[in-house]
């Protein structure tokens, strides 16, 4: 018997509420039109209820003042909700108020209990909760289903998703037990068929050959050989096969794998089934390839399991694939899990992707070295610290250190269910990004101020006011887009040459993306560059006054500081900006030219301590700009 048409009469509560007057509270109005039936509830809060009912769907939304939510709702048997064609009116009688988000009421004088509750993830998850203690089969089986159909955002959302699975299969198991005199029984639902088998043991060779159920009985979805080892010691044993039709929570954040059969789970209640000495053997047909809109050329087929117990992501551990043909597949795995053919991408696999990470994590570690021995050299050198130029050096080097520092942290961070520490993640690159530039803006300020405004200027606190700029401007930014909701966090990057996507933590707003940080970088470019040309010009005027020579060097820190502006802009353009940053040309030059970053300031700030080693020994030469820290 399908339970189908029985929860119909169950849960079909029904109503349509038709012109409701707002002065009226705790009545429940019910409209049947054609197939839909409406309901529409009221409550002394000025809370309503909509919940509408047709053969397809069964939506619930739930209104305020103030709030429009989806909802649950879930009644017990109404026997009133058949055969009428005016709209029917009932009273209600509030048996329990739980909190703003949850009411327990009673129409027409007990006759149904109903409870309602807004699809928000806590209230949803305390209701999973509840029904996993008192589980009451096969109504909750039907239930459990529907939250997930009526509440399908927040069963998603992680606080949830566990709750949700693990109370799901509880209620298979609950159908898999249930009483049944026949050897085996299937039981429909929209979402999910279970096929429930009663093992006779003492008949048994080594396999029990069953089909995994369809949605009609020719949908061939798949066939099963079930070991009987693992049950050797027993008489009779139930077991159940789960085939799938709304899996979507089992392939939630599931990244570049597409599904190629249904989600088929075989469930021994009461045992967890392992190491097999005989392997499970499934059989799939590939019914879901046609609808995929891939080039098959480019994917292996790969028989993967959900990993529940673990960190419930899709694996291969234990499990063999062999293909028979182009729409079938069979699966050999040693342990009961649930089961899918996946498509893997053959062209980039997940090892050489792992490999090319690793590549560009030791462009960063490498950068990030020698920006600290720069910064650590500064600490414990006393005479480089009396030097303004190589504060503003050191400076640099410590914001390109937080920079790959933070960015090697950025693919992890995604991973993470603390949403907090992903945005902390990315506020920390954005704002090790900006200082950088703004560092870079400063370097060429500094010997603009250096060289051609004169050398007697004393500027009071100069390098507390520089440091106010570089680390404070960045600051004001990003201070300022935090503020707006939702600018930071997990993000999606999409790979130029295969279209698959990756997430990390970063800026979600594609227009701030390049908005700020294009603008910010080009005017910094700009800056730099009109310094260089002055630089130059105020030289070649030297010359002609009078031989200078020593300030050739300063011409030559300013193509420095423009070398490395470009350089630092395009290793990390390449990085955040290109949607290309993702195959394997792009990845080595990243990585290439994230390594020389960190050198390049090493090496330049080695240069500056000889030439101030030789200052030392001239101190003529030195300008009050240098002395005046
Ligand atoms: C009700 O059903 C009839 C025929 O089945 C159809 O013409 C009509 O549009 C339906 N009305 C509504 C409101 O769906
Ligand atoms: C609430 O649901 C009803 C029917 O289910 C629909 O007509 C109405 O537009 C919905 N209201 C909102 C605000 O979504
Ligand atoms: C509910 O009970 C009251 C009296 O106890 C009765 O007047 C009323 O008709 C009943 N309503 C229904 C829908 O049975
Ligand atoms: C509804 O709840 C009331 C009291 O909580 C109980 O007396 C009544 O029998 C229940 N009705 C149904 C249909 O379960
Ligand atoms: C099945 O029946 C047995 C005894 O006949 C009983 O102890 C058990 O609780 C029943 N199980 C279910 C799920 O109804
Ligand atoms: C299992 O099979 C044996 C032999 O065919 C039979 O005697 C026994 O009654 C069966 N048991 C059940 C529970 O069907
Ligand atoms: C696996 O199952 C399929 C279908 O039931 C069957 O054709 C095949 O021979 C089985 N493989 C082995 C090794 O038993
Ligand atoms: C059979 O053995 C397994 C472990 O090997 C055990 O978990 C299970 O309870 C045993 N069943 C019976 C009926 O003894
Ligand atoms: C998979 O294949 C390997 C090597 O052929 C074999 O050792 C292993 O037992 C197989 N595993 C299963 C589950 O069939
Ligand atoms: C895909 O299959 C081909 C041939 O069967 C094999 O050479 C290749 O290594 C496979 N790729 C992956 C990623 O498994
Ligand atoms: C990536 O997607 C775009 C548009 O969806 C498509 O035109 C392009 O062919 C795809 N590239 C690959 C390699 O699949």
């Given at each position: 018997m399908s339970l189908r048409a029985k929860d119909m009469s169950l849960l079909l509560l029904l109503i349509l509420i038709h012109g409701?007057?707002?002065?009226?509270?705790?009545k429940v109005h019910l409209i049947l039109t054609n197939e839909t039936m409406e309901t529409r509830i009221s409550f002394t809060s000025g809370r309503r209820i909509t919940v509408r009912e047709t053969p397809t769907q069964l939506l619930c939304n739930s209104t305020t003042k103030s709030t429009i939510n989806s909802c649950y709702i879930e009644c017990s048997s109404?026997?009133?909700?058949?055969?009428?064609?005016e709209p029917k009116i009932f009273d209600l009688e509030i048996?329990?108020?739980?909190?703003?988000t949850r009411v327990d009421f009673s129409i027409g004088n007990h006759s149904s209990n109903c409870t309602v509750v807004d699809c928000l993830p806590d209230d949803i998850r305390k209701l999973l909760e509840e029904k996993a203690k008192t589980m009451n089969i096969p109504t909750d089986m039907r239930n459990i289903l529907n939250i997930k159909t009526m509440c399908k955002n927040v069963i998603f959302h992680e606080a949830v998703l566990d709750t949700y699975i693990s109370v799901e299969k509880k209620a298979i198991h609950g159908i898999i037990n249930m009483?049944?005199?026949?050897?085996s029984k299937t039981c429909y639902q929209e979402d999910l068929s279970i096929l429930a088998v009663k093992m006779n043991?003492?008949?048994?060779?080594d396999f029990v050959q069953i089909a995994a159920p369809g949605v009609?009985?020719?949908?061939?979805?798949a066939d099963t050989q079930i070991p009987v080892e693992a049950f050797k010691n027993e008489s009779e044993r139930k077991f159940g096969i789960v085939t799938y039709y709304s899996d979507q929570h089992l392939k939630?954040?599931?990244?570049?794998k597409y599904f190629a059969s249904n989600v088929i789970r075989i469930e021994v209640p009461g045992r967890h089934i392992?190491?097999?000495?005989?392997p499970l053997n499934v059989s799939f047909k590939l019914n879901y390839i046609k609808d995929t809109?891939?080039?098959?050329?480019n994917y292996n087929r790969s028989c993967q399991f959900y990993d529940e117990n673990g960190d419930r992501t899709w694996k291969t551990d234990g499990c063999n694939t062999t293909l028979i043909s182009d729409n079938v597949v069979e699966c050999y795995c040693n342990h009961m899990t649930p089961f899918a053919v996946l498509l893997i991408?053959?062209?980039?696999s997940e090892k050489q992707w792992e490999i090319l990470s690793y590549i560009s994590y030791a462009g960063c570690s490498v950068s990030a070295f020698f920006s600290a021995i720069t910064v650590l050299s500064f600490i414990f050198n006393s005479n480089a610290r009396a030097e303004v130029s190589s504060s503003i050096h050191v400076s640099l080097s410590g914001a390109l250190f937080l920079l790959n520092i933070s960015f090697m942290f950025s693919e992890w961070g995604a991973?993470?269910?603390?949403?907090e520490v992903c945005v902390f993640i990315a506020v920390t690159i954005h704002y090790s990004l900006l200082c950088t530039f703004t560092w870079m803006a400063i370097e060429a300020l500094h010997l603009y101020l250096l060289l051609?405004?004169?050398?007697?200027?004393y500027v009071r606190y100069y390098m507390v006011k520089l440091s106010l700029i570089g680390w404070g401007v960045p600051a004001v930014i990003v201070g300022g887009l935090m503020?707006?909701?939702?600018?930071?966090g997990i993000t999606e990057i999409t790979f130029?040459?295969?279209?698959t996507t990756n997430e990390i933590c970063?800026?979600?707003d594609r227009h701030v993306l390049y908005g700020v940080n294009i603008s910010y970088f080009s005017i910094i470019f700009m800056f730099n560059l009109a310094i260089l040309i002055t630089v130059s010009r105020q030289i070649f005027k030297l010359r002609r006054v009078g031989?200078?020579?020593?300030k050739m060097p300063v011409w030559k820190d300013a193509g420095t500081v423009l070398g490395l502006m470009c350089l630092v802009g395009t290793t990390w353009g390449l990085a955040f900006?290109?949607?290309?940053?993702?195959?394997y040309p792009i990845l080595y030059l990243f990585c290439i030219l994230n390594t020389m970053q960190g050198f390049y300031i090493f090496v330049w700030m080695c240069g500056t301590a000889r030439k101030n080693r030789a200052q030392t020994s001239h101190p003529?030469?030195?300008?009050t700009l240098d002395s005046s820290k």
């Open positions: 409701l007057d707002g002065e009226e509270y705790n109404f026997s009133q909700n058949k055969g009428f064609t048996l329990k108020e739980w909190d703003s009483n049944n005199s026949e050897q043991l003492s008949k048994t060779n009609f009985s020719y949908d061939e979805v939630f954040k599931v990244k570049n392992v190491n097999l000495i005989n809109p891939l080039d098959l050329k991408d053959s062209t980039i991973t993470l269910t603390v949403k051609v405004r004169v050398f007697n200027i503020s707006v909701n939702n600018i930071y130029s040459d295969t279209n970063w800026i979600r031989n200078r020579h020593d900006f290109s949607s290309g940053y993702n195959n003529k030469s030195k300008s």
